[in-house]
């Protein structure tokens, strides 16, 4: 009987290399060249070895890396935010039922880990250690499209791969080439529907080289291969996501001169006693969002995109609702970090809804019921209790009611006494923010001494305002408490690996999957069978573009954030550096300067004192919680008591504490001890590795000497800000990322980057002066003068908008509230360079209305086009031409050259409609007169004819007219020229001035190079000055329904079509046929003396005229019998050929007419013959094929 080994008994054959052969040799030197290394020494041995083999070769490798440095470098933009950048907005785009909600969640769950409901309104997300993203729906109607366009950072153009581009695509690719062109990257979704991978994959190939004509070649088309369980695979989710982590954003010109913010709550705070009584009253609003673009200053105008222009009531700066991880506060260590902040989304703590504010706890993070209810003490689960829990947990153990707390309560005067009393005590009045106003609510509970550790009781922090309530509050306002499902997991960092044409266009309008679709089919389109058919694998989410991405910015921040890590030292040297204001700490803060109509309700710096507090100390000034008052007396008790300084040391050592004394001594007590400690790192004496030289610390030698001068000489503080610059650059570049050791870092001072980088170092040193002089002001002056810093979350208060914008609030429309700047509010004549869109089915006429975009504004005027001629003028066309620039003017409000313009003449988008960008134009120039003219021929006739002068009338009405055109220039029909002389004083003809009476006025003397004649028509040339209509309507869009279809002037032609009116004719403008009288001309006369002289060849040949025939002409002819027979028997044959002609005629015909018969016959049965002969190959070939099918 056999014995059966075991598994471990098993051996398998063990693999064995090849010895020997082909394979082994190839192996053997493939090992070699990846182990060995070149040595120095067999270079230097044999040079000419290790030369490069092609001249040609290394000189296109040359070029080449010199082009992709020149590539690389762009012209350095000042960087305006000095603090944290703002959130960059990341625009969804694309066509109905494309898949951009499903991306925007699947990229929020990416990120924060939690499941987006539904979205509605910016959702604002922490992608990085220095980086937020805050994603926006954009919407389907052409409104929505243009406010997207101008504010979004980046763009991805979400497209349907198995139906092609539709004109949503290319409308919105459109607008964003003239707002500024951010960055943008295609989505292929719905590639799941191809079953054929030869199919799949030229369409790809289709697409991206369609989607690289109209941006640039080599821009990034994602592919999103399918659904999984009804969401993307998380593997290409996470691809995009690292693709959207390394882009780099470049600051556009229009965004860094005008203030913005992208609202992502809204509020309407009108009392509602005022709405009780008047529905229809207007609103006061609050918006809230992140502040881009340059600072906000105070008095600047602010435009709501579809609403119009408001002036701030008030602005306020408050705490960021999503803070970086790096620069948020932590209050313990199980305070954990927030990922997201999408309020109208109901994703986050809090949900602002029209009615109410909903807060969303977890249940085993707070317990709003006692445990035992013999203990007095709230207890909670797994965690210590914030001070909102505390609060709202002792409202919901009070015992006594508002009026027993009101007898037992009294007033502390003097908050530094200690409080033995066992009663309650008031708290200082808080407000509460909602939807429906402001109600102001005080609280007199205390806590209780053992029952819970808070500082302050009766205040609740949130991440916008302080919210508190009080017992009866609660009983009459209805609170929802939600649990959220699943639990906050701690932030993972995903984004540390840097991985990195004009065509013939036709519109196909077609009813596809339940929805009427507009596609987008080019004349170069060709079939996917007869592309060549190559296999592009990098297309399908690689990263290798990431990585030449990363290659080619090697000189950039390698930050995330707008901030770099080599600038913060130059900010905290500044910071360290900055003088204390004694007037701020002696006076506190100054009280004229407010930025509200009344005091915020948000301000909470009363609520950081001792609750109970009635009077405040005269240093105690109104901050944010991030500002803190530094100084030795700061926080000393408030005393009345006057002191009599005698002393002069007294008086010395006060002297520096006042505007005239020396505040370097001030300045060394700001530092704090962290920089004290961190003094060695930051002001160390250092060389450089690259140059070789040697700095020393300029902070040791400003430490040593206490009585240094506060006013220093310009040249000294800019060799000091340019040591900071060099010293911060030689920190970032320490680790030896750009300064190689084969000497690369000659190679780019060859190529330009020097440069390039001491641009860079003088605009960051321009910087640093910057904020080293405002450092020194007043906060409230700064803020005065600055403004509010751009990345601040900020709150707008707006008065008097009208009601409908509340009334019809929609928050899948995103609402942009941009800043005004000087002179924009202006209205005048606009001048711009135009040009029909190629995709436009129609041609543009003037005076007909136009939808413009420019700026932050959309509204509709009536244009004027023009064309500039040689001379300069402006002559007026009444079409837009074909294929080429024209000037057009309007009336509107004044915006500053080189902005781009976009023109769309409706605003629907039903299936009638076509491609509906009609025009894109750039501003020129603005002005407060137009300047188009047209031209204008005035038509005379000659009255009176001299020799080379005539009397013109019918061209004038008045003799002031012709001494307004003298000496202008006149022609006749035929040519001849002519020139406006002056006024005739004389009657028509030759009639003399018996009758009496002034003669007729408008007749005009001219003088021509010829004598014209009476029969011929003078005209003149003349241009007349074309007046622009003042017309200007700005677009409401938003004081109406979104699914109302906003509808402004119409044109001439749609109220023809409407009212059904026939294109009125111009008998004048006809063509008219011209009906010219033969003219008869006299004989020539020649006088009989000159015809005697005349040869005998040239005189005339006149013979008088036969009154009667002549004798020949009247004689008959009579043949003669012979001749008679010969004509006879010609006529004879004559008959007798034409009768054998005719039957032979008849012959042919028939048989003719026999031979088609035939011939078709005889096709018809052939052609029965070749029907047979198919079926039957057909039927083999079924056979066959069936068999083949059988054997497989």
Same mark, same amino acid.
């Given at each position: 009987m056999a014995v059966i080994a075991s598994a471990e008994d098993q051996s398998h054959k063990a693999h064995r290399s090849r010895k020997s052969g082909p394979n082994a040799k190839k192996k053997s030197v493939n090992d070699k060249g990846k182990k060995e290394e070149v040595s120095e020494n067999d270079r230097k041995r044999n040079p000419k070895a290790f030369a490069f083999n092609s001249s040609v070769k290394a000189k296109r490798l040359q070029a080449r890396s010199v082009e992709k440095e020149q590539r690389r470098l762009h012209v350095p933009v000042i960087d305006r935010c000095y603090g944290e950048p703002?959130?960059?907005?990341?625009?969804?785009?694309?066509?109905?039922q494309v898949g951009k909600s499903l991306l925007i969640k699947s990229l929020v769950k990416h990120y924060t880990k939690h499941n987006l409901p539904d979205v509605r309104g910016p959702i604002t997300i922490v992608s990085g250690k220095q980086r937020r993203l805050q994603f926006v729906e954009c919407p389907n109607e052409i409104n929505g499209m243009i406010d997207a366009a101008k504010f979004?950072? &980046?763009? &991805? =153009? &979400?497209?349907?791969?198995?139906y092609g581009f539709e004109m949503e695509t290319f409308e919105f690719l459109n607008i964003l080439h003239n707002h500024g062109l951010p960055k943008v990257m295609g989505v292929l979704t719905h590639l799941d529907k191809f079953k054929d991978a030869k199919k799949l994959r030229k369409t790809k190939q289709r697409l991206k080289h369609r989607f690289w004509t109209e941006i640039r070649t080599g821009a990034k088309l994602f592919y999103l291969s399918g659904l999984i369980h009804g969401k993307y695979p998380k593997r290409e989710v996470h691809n995009l996501a690292r693709f959207i982590s390394v882009m780099k954003f470049q600051p556009l010109s229009w965004r860094t001169n005008h203030p913005y913010v992208l609202v992502d709550r809204f509020e309407d705070v009108t009392p509602p006693e005022r709405v009780h009584r008047n529905n229809k009253c207007d609103r006061n609003i609050t918006l809230y969002g992140y502040l881009r673009g340059c600072n906000l200053k105070y008095g600047t105008k602010v435009h709501i995109a579809g609403v119009g222009d408001f002036e701030l009531a008030s602005v306020t700066n408050l705490a960021d609702p999503c803070p970086l991880p790096s620069a948020a506060k932590k209050k313990g260590l199980r305070d954990k970090e927030k990922l997201f902040y999408a309020p109208m989304s109901g994703l986050g703590d809090l949900l602002y809804d029209k009615d109410a504010v909903y807060i969303n706890i977890n249940d085993h993070f707070v317990q709003y019921s006692k445990v035992d209810d013999d203990k007095d003490v709230l207890t909670g689960k797994g965690k210590d209790q914030d001070v909102g829990e505390a609060l709202v947990k002792s409202l919901q153990s009070t015992k006594y009611s508002v009026d027993e707390k009101l007898e037992k309560s009294f007033i502390s005067l003097f908050g530094r006494q200690p409080d033995n009393s066992s009663g309650a005590r008031n708290d200082a009045n808080n407000t509460l923010q909602n939807s429906n106003g402001i109600h102001e609510i005080e609280l007199s509970e205390q806590y209780q001494p053992g029952s819970l550790n808070v500082d302050r009781p009766g205040v609740a922090h949130d991440a916008d305002d302080s919210e508190s309530s009080d017992e009866d509050d609660l009983n009459k306002r209805k609170a929802k408490f939600e649990n959220v499902g699943t639990d906050d997991e701690e932030y993972n960092d995903l984004l540390d690996e840097n991985s990195p044409v004009e065509n013939h266009m036709k519109e196909h309008v077609e009813f596809h999957e339940g929805r009427f679709r507009r596609k987008a089919v080019f004349g170069n389109d060709v079939d996917s069978d007869d592309l060549m058919d190559s296999d592009e694998e990098g297309d399908d989410g690689d990263d290798s573009d990431v990585n030449d991405q990363k290659m080619s910015d090697d000189d950039e921040d390698a930050g995330m954030g707008n901030t770099s890590k080599w600038k913060e030292p130059l900010s905290e040297r500044t910071?360290?550096?900055?003088? =204390?204001? =004694?007037?701020? =700490?002696?006076?506190?803060?100054?009280?004229?300067? /407010?930025?509200?109509?009344s005091n915020e309700a948000h301000d909470t710096s009363d609520e950081e004192n001792d609750g109970g507090d009635f009077f405040t100390p005269v240093g105690r000034i109104n901050k944010n919680d991030s500002e803190v008052v530094d100084g030795e007396n700061a926080n000393s008790e408030d005393c009345s008591k006057h002191f009599k300084i005698s002393n002069d040391l007294d008086i010395e050592s006060?002297?520096?504490?006042?505007?005239?004394?020396?505040? /370097?001594?001030?300045? &060394?007590?700001n530092k704090s001890s962290e920089v004290i400690e961190d003094d060695d790192s930051v002001f160390a004496d250092f060389e450089d590795l690259e140059t070789g030289e040697k700095y020393e610390s300029y902070h040791a030698e400003n430490t040593t000497d206490a009585t240094v001068q506060t006013t220093e000489d310009s040249t000294i503080e800019e060799r000091r800000l340019k040591k900071l610059a060099r010293r911060a650059q030689f920190d970032a570049e320490y680790d030896g990322s750009k300064v190689a050791?084969?000497? /690369?870092?000659?190679?780019?001072e060859a190529n330009g980057s020097d440069y390039h980088d001491k641009m860079k170092e003088e605009i960051e040193i321009r910087k640093q002066r910057n904020k080293a002089e405002l450092d020194n002001i007043d906060e409230a002056f700064r803020l005065r003068i600055e403004g509010f810093q751009s990345g601040t979350y900020v709150r707008l208060e707006v008065h008097g908008v009208s009601c409908e914008m509340v009334e019809h609030f929609d928050p899948c429309q995103p609402i942009l509230v941009g800043g005004i700047g000087p002179g924009e509010d202006d209205v005048g004549y606009m001048q711009v360079r135009l040009k029909r869109h190629r995709w436009y089915k129609k041609v543009l006429k003037t005076r007909d209305p136009l939808i413009f975009s420019?700026?932050?504004r959309r509204y509709q005027s009536t244009p004027v086009y023009a064309i500039e001629d040689s001379n300069g003028r402006h002559r007026m066309l009444k079409y837009t031409p074909e294929h080429m620039h024209c000037l057009a003017m309007f009336w509107g409000p004044l915006a500053p050259p080189n902005t781009g313009v976009i023109a769309v003449q409706t605003l629907s988008s039903n299936i009638q409609t076509s491609f509906r960008i009609a025009a894109t134009a750039t501003v020129l120039q603005s002005n407060h007169e137009e300047r188009v003219v047209k031209k204008i021929k005035l038509v005379g006739y000659p009255c009176k004819i001299f020799k080379k002068t005539a009397l013109i009338k019918d061209m004038f009405t008045s003799d002031l007219e012709i001494a307004r055109f003298e000496g202008a220039s006149v022609r006749t029909v035929s040519g001849i020229r002519g020139q406006v002389k002056k006024a005739a004083k004389e009657e028509i003809g030759n009639q003399p001035k018996k009758k009496g009476g002034p003669p007729k006025e408008g007749i005009a003397r001219c003088t021509f190079e010829d004598k014209i004649r009476m029969s011929d028509i003078v005209f003149l040339r003349a241009w007349t000055k074309v007046e622009v209509p003042k017309f200007y309507n700005p677009l409401t869009t938003a004081l109406q329904p979104r699914d109302r279809v906003w509808q402004g002037m119409k044109t001439v032609a749609e109220l023809r079509k409407e009212h059904n009116l026939p294109i009125p004719v111009n008998k004048d403008s006809l063509y008219k046929p011209i009906e010219r009288q033969k003219r008869k001309f006299n004989p020539l006369v020649i006088p009989k003396s000159l015809q005697a002289a005349l040869p005998f060849k040239s005189k005339p040949k006149n013979t008088p005229s036969q009154l009667r025939p002549l004798l020949e002409k009247r004689r008959a002819v009579i043949m003669?019998?012979?001749?008679?027979?010969v004509h006879a028997l010609v006529q004879q044959l004559q008959l007798m050929r034409h009768e054998k002609m005719k039957k032979r005629k008849l012959k042919e015909e028939k048989k003719r007419k026999e031979l088609e018969a035939e011939h078709a016959k005889t096709e018809q049965l052939s052609k029965k013959r070749q029907r047979e002969e198919r079926r039957e190959r057909y039927r083999e070939q079924d056979k066959l094929k069936k068999k083949i099918r059988r054997s497989e």
């Open positions: 703002a959130p960059y907005v990341i625009v969804v785009q694309g066509p109905p979004a950072d &980046l763009t &991805l =153009l &979400l497209i349907d791969g198995a910071r360290s550096r900055q003088h =204390l204001n =004694l007037m701020k =700490l002696v006076y506190g803060k100054s009280t004229d300067i /407010s930025t509200t109509s006060i002297r520096d504490r006042f505007v005239t004394g020396d505040w /370097s001594k001030a300045a &060394l007590r050791e084969d000497g /690369s870092d000659k190679e780019d420019i700026g932050w003669e019998p012979r001749d008679r027979k």
